[in-house]
C-alpha cells in the first residue's frame, strides 16, 4: 500500500529525473505526445514564434496545408515578401485569442468590422493585417478585392485543416471604440492614425482569453468536426507595454495569462492538446543559453531544442534512414537557417520607436553590437573597479562577460 499519492508515479512526475538527471539538451517535457500523421493536413497561425513551427513542418516533409498562394508572376523571394506561404493563409501575425477568433467570424461572415481601410502614405493597407504587404494596395477597390480573396482562403484553412497549431502571443492588443474589433499593431505603427476617440487599449485576461478559445473550438467544430488544435504559447518575450509597470512585470503576466488559458481550454476539450514550446525555452536547465543578448529573441540553441521536441509529435517519415553525417549536418543547417528567419510584427513598432527616440535606440545597439570599451565600463561601474581591487575580477571584461550582460551595464 502507498504511503502517499506521489509514491510509484512516471518518473517524467519528478524533478530530479525528469530535470536534473538528463542533459538540458536532452529535456523534453512532451509526455502523451499526439501523433500527427503524415496523411493529416497541418495548418497553422498565430504569433511569430508560429512561422518557425509552420516552417518544421514543411521541413520535415509533413503535409502543410497552404490555401492563399502567390500569383504566378511572382518569384519565392517575391511571394515570401507579400506574406504568401508564411502561413496557411495570408493573415500574417495573429497575436491574441481575441483576433484568432474575430479571423474565423470574418471568414464565416459572421463579423464585418467597421473600420476597413488605413492609409499609409498614398497607398492603403488592410487594417487587420497591415504589415502582411509591405507595398500596400494602390486603391481601396484592389484592397477590398484581395481581402474577399483572403477571407475565402481563410474558410478553406479550417474547413479542410485536420490539425490546427495556434501558437498565442500577446493579451495586450488595440481595437476599435466603435465595435471591438482588433488589430495585429497599434493603429499608426504600419498604416493608420491613431485617434484616443476610435482606438481603446485592453489586456485581456486569462478568464477572457480562455472564454475566446473556448468559443473558437466551438466555431470550429460545427464547420470541421473531426479537427484537431494544437496550442502553445510563444517563449518570446514582449517587446513593450502599454501598461505602467516594467515591461518584464507585463511579459510575465501576459505568458502566464496565455498558459492558464491553454492548459484550461486542453482540459475542457478533447481534441485540444498543449505544445510546451515556452516551458523548454524559459528551462532554468537552459542556463540563459536559449535567448539571444537582447534576452528576447531565441538563440539557436534554443530554438533548436524546442524543434526538437515538436518533431516528437509527427509520425514518423515512412523508410526514414541515416543517409550520412555530412548530409545529416546539411539538413539541420537549413532547417534551423529557416527557423531562426521570421517576421514579427512586433519589430516594426520598435522600429518606429527608434525614430522616436534616438537616445534608448543607442543605448540598444551599444550594449549588444558596439565592441567592449574597458576604460569606458569601469568609468561606468564604480563598484566593478572596486571589484578587481579586492581581486574578485582580474578585468572589466571578465566582470561584464559573468554579470554586466545580463544586468544590462553599459559601456
Not at 505526445?33 to 513542418?57: E, K, M, Y
Given at each position: 500500500?502507498?504511503?502517499?499519492?506521489?509514491?510509484?508515479?512516471?518518473?517524467?512526475?519528478?524533478?530530479?529525473?525528469?530535470?536534473?538527471?538528463?542533459?538540458?539538451?536532452?529535456?523534453?517535457?512532451?509526455?502523451?505526445?499526439?501523433?500527427?500523421?503524415?496523411?493529416?493536413?497541418?495548418?497553422?497561425?498565430?504569433?511569430?514564434?508560429?512561422?518557425?513551427?509552420?516552417?518544421?513542418?514543411?521541413?520535415?516533409?509533413?503535409?502543410?496545408?497552404?490555401?492563399?498562394?502567390?500569383?504566378?508572376?511572382?518569384?519565392?523571394?517575391?511571394?515570401?515578401?507579400?506574406?504568401?506561404?508564411?502561413?496557411?493563409?495570408?493573415?500574417?501575425?495573429?497575436?491574441?485569442?481575441?483576433?484568432?477568433?474575430?479571423?474565423?467570424?470574418?471568414?464565416?461572415?459572421?463579423?464585418?468590422?467597421?473600420?476597413?481601410?488605413?492609409?499609409?502614405?498614398?497607398?492603403?493597407?488592410?487594417?487587420?493585417?497591415?504589415?502582411?504587404?509591405?507595398?500596400?494596395?494602390?486603391?481601396?477597390?484592389?484592397?477590398?478585392?484581395?481581402?474577399?480573396?483572403?477571407?475565402?482562403?481563410?474558410?478553406?484553412?479550417?474547413?479542410?485543416?485536420?490539425?490546427?497549431?495556434?501558437?498565442?502571443?500577446?493579451?495586450?492588443?488595440?481595437?476599435?471604440?466603435?465595435?471591438?474589433?482588433?488589430?495585429?499593431?497599434?493603429?499608426?505603427?504600419?498604416?493608420?492614425?491613431?485617434?484616443?476617440?476610435?482606438?481603446?487599449?485592453?489586456?485581456?485576461?486569462?478568464?477572457?482569453?480562455?472564454?475566446?478559445?473556448?468559443?473558437?473550438?466551438?466555431?470550429?467544430?460545427?464547420?470541421?468536426?473531426?479537427?484537431?488544435?494544437?496550442?502553445?504559447?510563444?517563449?518570446?518575450?514582449?517587446?513593450?507595454?502599454?501598461?505602467?509597470?516594467?515591461?518584464?512585470?507585463?511579459?510575465?503576466?501576459?505568458?502566464?495569462?496565455?498558459?492558464?488559458?491553454?492548459?484550461?481550454?486542453?482540459?475542457?476539450?478533447?481534441?485540444?492538446?498543449?505544445?510546451?514550446?515556452?516551458?523548454?525555452?524559459?528551462?532554468?536547465?537552459?542556463?540563459?543559453?536559449?535567448?539571444?543578448?537582447?534576452?528576447?529573441?531565441?538563440?539557436?540553441?534554443?530554438?533548436?531544442?524546442?524543434?526538437?521536441?515538436?518533431?516528437?509529435?509527427?509520425?514518423?517519415?515512412?523508410?526514414?534512414?541515416?543517409?550520412?553525417?555530412?548530409?545529416?549536418?546539411?539538413?539541420?543547417?537549413?532547417?534551423l537557417k529557416q527557423?531562426?528567419?521570421?517576421?514579427?510584427?512586433?519589430?516594426?513598432?520598435?522600429?518606429?520607436?527608434?525614430?522616436?527616440?534616438?537616445?534608448?535606440?543607442?543605448?540598444?545597439?551599444?550594449?549588444?553590437?558596439?565592441?567592449f570599451d574597458e576604460?569606458?565600463?569601469?568609468?561606468?561601474?564604480?563598484?566593478?573597479?572596486?571589484?578587481?581591487?579586492?581581486?574578485?575580477?582580474?578585468?572589466?571584461?571578465?566582470?561584464?562577460?559573468?554579470?554586466?550582460?545580463?544586468?544590462?551595464r553599459q559601456f
Amino acid at each position: 500500500m502507498k504511503q502517499h499519492p506521489y509514491v510509484g508515479l512516471p518518473a517524467h512526475c519528478y524533478w530530479n529525473p525528469a530535470m536534473t538527471a538528463p542533459a538540458p539538451g536532452h529535456i523534453n517535457p512532451v509526455v502523451n505526445a499526439p501523433l500527427i500523421r503524415r496523411d493529416q493536413a497541418i495548418v497553422s497561425l498565430g504569433s511569430c514564434f508560429a512561422q518557425r513551427l509552420a516552417r518544421r513542418i514543411q521541413a520535415e516533409g509533413m503535409p502543410y496545408l497552404v490555401t492563399e498562394t502567390a500569383p504566378a508572376e511572382l518569384d519565392a523571394e517575391q511571394a515570401r515578401r507579400k506574406g504568401y506561404g508564411v502561413y496557411s493563409a495570408r493573415y500574417g501575425n495573429v497575436y491574441t485569442a481575441r483576433q484568432a477568433l474575430q479571423l474565423f467570424e470574418r471568414a464565416f461572415g459572421h463579423f464585418q468590422p467597421q473600420e476597413t481601410v488605413w492609409e499609409r502614405g498614398d497607398r492603403f493597407v488592410d487594417p487587420y493585417r497591415a504589415a502582411v504587404d509591405p507595398d500596400g494596395f494602390a486603391s481601396v477597390e484592389a484592397l477590398h478585392q484581395d481581402r474577399e480573396h483572403h477571407l475565402a482562403c481563410v474558410r478553406e484553412v479550417f474547413l479542410q485543416a485536420d490539425w490546427i497549431i495556434l501558437t498565442l502571443g500577446l493579451t495586450e492588443a488595440w481595437h476599435a471604440r466603435s465595435d471591438g474589433a482588433v488589430f495585429p499593431l497599434a493603429p499608426g505603427v504600419a498604416g493608420g492614425r491613431y485617434d484616443p476617440a476610435q482606438h481603446g487599449y485592453v489586456n485581456f485576461s486569462a478568464r477572457e482569453t480562455a472564454d475566446d478559445l473556448a468559443a473558437l473550438v466551438r466555431r470550429i467544430a460545427v464547420v470541421n468536426p473531426g479537427a484537431r488544435m494544437l496550442l502553445t504559447v510563444s517563449p518570446v518575450p514582449i517587446a513593450a507595454t502599454f501598461e505602467n509597470r516594467h515591461v518584464l512585470v507585463s511579459s510575465t503576466l501576459t505568458k502566464a495569462a496565455l498558459r492558464v488559458a491553454a492548459d484550461e481550454v486542453e482540459r475542457q476539450f478533447d481534441n485540444v492538446v498543449y505544445f510546451p514550446a515556452f516551458e523548454i525555452a524559459t528551462s532554468p536547465a537552459a542556463g540563459g543559453h536559449y535567448f539571444e543578448d537582447d534576452l528576447r529573441h531565441l538563440s539557436e540553441l534554443g530554438v533548436e531544442h524546442v524543434m526538437r521536441a515538436f518533431q516528437s509529435c509527427f509520425e514518423p517519415a515512412p523508410g526514414s534512414q541515416n543517409d550520412g553525417a555530412d548530409a545529416d549536418f546539411q539538413r539541420h543547417a537549413e532547417r534551423l537557417k529557416q527557423d531562426l528567419d521570421v517576421a514579427c510584427d512586433e519589430d516594426l513598432m520598435l522600429e518606429s520607436l527608434q525614430a522616436f527616440n534616438n537616445r534608448w535606440a543607442t543605448m540598444d545597439r551599444t550594449s549588444i553590437n558596439a565592441p567592449f570599451d574597458e576604460a569606458r565600463y569601469l568609468q561606468l561601474n564604480p563598484d566593478v573597479v572596486a571589484a578587481i581591487e579586492q581581486g574578485i575580477f582580474k578585468t572589466g571584461a571578465e566582470h561584464y562577460e559573468l554579470h554586466g550582460r545580463r544586468e544590462g551595464r553599459q559601456f
